[in-house]
């Protein structure tokens, strides 16, 4: 399982920096295997002063499926440069950079990268030699500061690939961090509020906390062993193939999830501004909701066909301004316009406490993409700085709307606190339409890797037939809008996505896995904390499920 080289290629590299990666190479293996009685056995802390060690070295790993997630979610955690390739060529497009500058960088792994940066649906393209598929044969290859030379045994086909160092500065680290945690949970947090009380509020920071540590594991598990540099590759490391496969299904369909909730959003609160549109189609009445939920799908679609996404990460990094002005907005109307109602608020509801479980614990459904925004960053040692930092700033987001939408709306609070605002204030109109505009971008970055993972099952001699891409994308496009047709409420699709997918993939399988894979080399207390960790997350799951989807069913 466990490989130095490639199976199927090699490095041909100058004797000078063979001597220099084999220095640190040894160095670090040292250093891993003289530090295991305290936390510095997990850490990277002396990349402070190597920044230019080894990063073309090849995964230790020979991955199963899923072998796209690593790109894949670069691309949907990260925001790239702007570029003016749309529909581009290799040498310009640069996927998965930071919010504010040139590129959040992954370590080099060997596999050739075909050019899948161009939309599906392009003009017929030159013979190629057939390339082996490969974790990252699904996005193109990144520029970086030193060059290596990829030769096949059978040297019939040389590629010249470009490893990347590590760039992603503390303050990238910080922006991205928030970008992955800070999403559309954050308009529901005043309806958690309604649900589970005053005194429920305290889940949210109960959580954050435990999520913090439990992200804090991860990177504990990476550093475990060479090759680790995703989620699945943890689960592989801890379970085997199969704990890979099954971890692997888990996010995607989390992933799956969040798009289906991003129909719902689109439906509701274009409805809410647009209340008597409707539509006749064929002697059915398609009502506001129902008709804007189709107009969202049909403007999605062409999104998700397309191979280079690097403009929609762009845009999608607003989504961090989005929520802020969203909140803004918020505390506009409250504080200025003297929005809001006069309904009574409860200090604990322990009837509706389990759903207020899951829309806390969604707000930090986070930890897939941890793994990357970790080997991104040019000093590794601030991983838990960038962590706590953003985990403050979303923190403090979520609790500022809960407080200031619950006081304003109190039990009258709707799953998204938008549909209680009026629609004929400036500010009401700001909040909505930057609500409205934001799913847009993200819809085909969060589709694409569950998209690129489907895609990895097609036959290797239909690879090079877009037709396949295109009918896979299209499918799952289609699906989310049946779905979000037949389970229309928002708040408690996002309370079952909470509790169950977020309590797995933030709680339970992050101890699991750390417990698994540096066992023996753990502390007693951290034994305890991970199973105290997840207790809460089983009991959370559990409880938070099941009363989601009771609401579920009654309601249909």
Known sequence: MRNSVSDHSFYIESDEEDDHQEKHLNKSEENRDGNESDSSK????????????????????????PQSYRQSMDIYSSVPSPSLTFLGTPSLTRLG???????????????VLPSLHKPL?????????PQRRSSHTLLPPLPSRRSAIKKFPDDKSVAHELPVSRQSSYGQGVLNGINVLCG????????????????????????????????????YCLDSQPGLETYPDIGQAAFGTVGRIIISIILYVELYSCCVEYIILEGDNLSALFPNAHLNLGGYQLDARHLFAL???????????????????????????????????????????????????????????????????????????????????????????????SFAIVTALYAGAAVMGYMMFGDSA???????????????????????????????????????????????NHTKSHMYSILIRTALV??????????PFFGFVMALIGSFFTMLVTLILPCACFLRILKGKTSPIQVVTCILIIIIGSISAVIGSYSALSKIIHNL
């Open 414 to 460: 709707e799953s998204q606190f938008t549909l209680n605002l009026p629609t004929d204030l400036v500010a009401s109109k700001i909040a909505f339409w930057t609500t409205i505009v934001n799913p847009f971008t993200k819809y085909a970055l969060t589709m694409a890797p569950v998209a690129m993972s489907l895609e990895e099952l097609i036959p290797s």
């Open 97 to 111: 950079s930071s919010f504010l500058a040139s590129s959040l960088t992954r370590r080099h792994t060997p596999e």
């Open 184 to 219: 559309v949970g954050i308009l529901s947090t005043p309806y958690a509020v309604k649900e589970g009380g005053w005194a429920g509020l305290s889940l949210l920071f109960i959580f954050g906390v435990l999520s913090y540590y439990t992200g804090i594991l991860l990177r």
């Open 42 to 65: 997990y850490s990277n802390d002396d990349d402070d002063n190597h920044n230019d060690r080894l990063e073309s070295k090849p995964s230790s790993y020979n991955p199963a499926w």
């Open 121 to 129: 649906i392009s003009q017929a393209e030159e013979d190629q030699p």
């Open 478 to 487: 289609m699906s989310t809008l049946f779905v979000a047709l037949k389970v």
């Open 295 to 389: 107009v969202t799908t049909l403007a999605v679609l062409p999104t998700v066909w397309l191979r280079d996404l690097t403009v929609l990460s762009y845009i999608s990094a607003g989504g961090v301004i989005a929520s802020v002005m969203v909140v803004i907005c918020l505390y506009w109307l409250g504080l200025v316009d003297h929005v809001g109602t006069q309904s009574k608020e409860t200090v604990l509801n322990l009837s509706s406490l389990p759903v207020a479980i899951g829309l806390y614990g969604y707000c930090y459904s986070g930890h897939a993409v941890f793994p990357n925004i970790y080997t991104s960053l040019e000093k590794r040692s601030q991983f838990p700085a960038v962590l706590f930092t």
